[in-house]
């Protein structure tokens, strides 16, 4: 595997696809983050509405 990695870096297209990657990584980190921070209010928000009926 990491002789494989390693010709990837070495070329120009390979490094591009790792780059690629990593964003995707980061991005889908930043997206699970909010995701989990906003879950417990949104819960709250429809609580409180299905009680006012």
């Known amino acids: 595997m990491s002789r494989t990695l390693l010709r ?8 591009t696809a790792i780059e690629y990657a990593l964003v995707g990584v980061l991005i889908s980190i930043a997206a699970f983050s909010v995701i989990m921070q906003t879950g417990s209010s949104v819960t709250g928000l429809f609580t409180h509405i299905a009680n006012s009926f």
């Open 8 to 15: 990837l870096l070495r070329r120009e297209g390979g490094a």
